[in-house]
């Protein structure tokens, strides 16, 4: 049986628990801690989530954060309580050097990485006039402030990451792909020899500075997929704030997978805050059976994303 056919009616869900773009006061659901960030990766795991998408944050204020040792406190826990395929970020944040974002996952020698595949405008600070009162001093200023973010990923940066990490610690990526122009930076990564087929994209919409949620968009994205890189390649789907389920629903009926998370959004529905990832992966699920397809298993996206596996991971 070929790879295409076996595999045709599983769906890899990806959780993405806590990242870097929400703040403390938006949600108590935002994961902080590192315990709180076990807790939740682990709870998304047993939902159905074959992949954890791990940043960490400093336990007294919530500010994301690139330390090892705070890495190191999650994710031995998460390996013990499931075999979710760990995805750690090397975006960590706009605020942080590469050498910072490179920590982590260098102690840690995961099975898969984000990467940003393409530097850009990374803009947060129309969310900041819909709070009054901030839990943290930082809260307000990281939001407002960002409207002279640029997120840095370089040709440069990206070779670096490859080398520092696939080439160094057998890991592949979740590339992250936040405009048309970030497939055709990727195809050229190929062509120059960096990253080993099939690659496998997640596709990005409605962050301010990338591609904006349009359904359109996304069949245009994948479209472009399809040209550059034929048969080579998997594909998932993430889009922030409300679109994120329409999104993924549009995602899992064309064939790809998907990504939630409360990373993306920090709602289960109109106007309702989400309670936990575990509802958001029990939502996605849900709609994906009822579509008729299947969760795939963790093994199942090791076995089709070609990951080195759990056992030479450092942690």
Request: net charge negative; glycine share 8%.
């Amino acid at each position: 049986m070929s790879d295409a056919k076996k595999f045709q009616n599983k769906v890899i869900i990806t959780c993405a628990v806590t990242g870097s773009i929400h703040t403390p006061t938006m949600s108590d659901a935002l994961p902080i801690t590192p315990d709180e960030i076990a807790t939740s990766a682990i709870e998304a795991a047993n939902a159905g989530a074959a992949i954890l998408h791990l940043h960490a944050r400093d336990p007294k204020d919530g500010r994301p954060s690139a330390d090892p040792k705070l890495f190191m406190e999650f994710l031995p826990r998460i390996g013990e309580a499931t075999d979710a395929v760990v995805n750690i970020t090397t975006g960590g944040s706009v605020k942080m050097t590469v050498e910072e974002r490179l920590a982590p996952p260098m102690v840690a020698s995961p099975e898969m990485c984000s990467l940003n595949m393409g530097t850009m405008n990374f803009a947060l600070y129309p969310m900041a006039s819909r709070y009054k009162n901030w839990k943290h001093d930082w809260e307000e200023s990281y939001l407002v402030n960002s409207d002279d973010n640029i997120f840095r990923n370089t040709f440069r940066d990206i070779e670096r990451i490859y080398k520092t990490l696939g080439e160094g610690h057998g890991t592949k990526f979740e590339h992250e792909c936040y405009d048309v122009g970030h497939l055709y930076n990727l195809a050229h990564c190929l062509d120059r020899g960096l990253f080993k087929p099939p690659v496998f994209l997640q596709l990005i919409f409605g962050i301010l500075g990338g591609i904006g949620p349009d359904v359109e968009n996304l069949m245009f994205m994948k479209k472009t997929a399809d040209k550059l890189f034929g048969d080579q390649y998997r594909w998932s789907v993430l889009a922030a704030g409300r679109f994120q389920m329409p999104f993924a629903t549009q995602a899992a009926m064309m064939g790809g997978h998907v990504r939630v998370g409360l990373e993306d959004s920090l709602f289960i529905g109109r106007g309702k805050l989400a309670d936990s990832n575990a509802q958001q992966v029990t939502k996605i699920r849900t709609i994906i059976e009822e579509l008729g397809y299947e969760a795939a298993t963790p093994n199942e996206a090791r076995e089709m994303l070609g990951l080195k596996g759990r056992d030479l991971v450092k942690f």
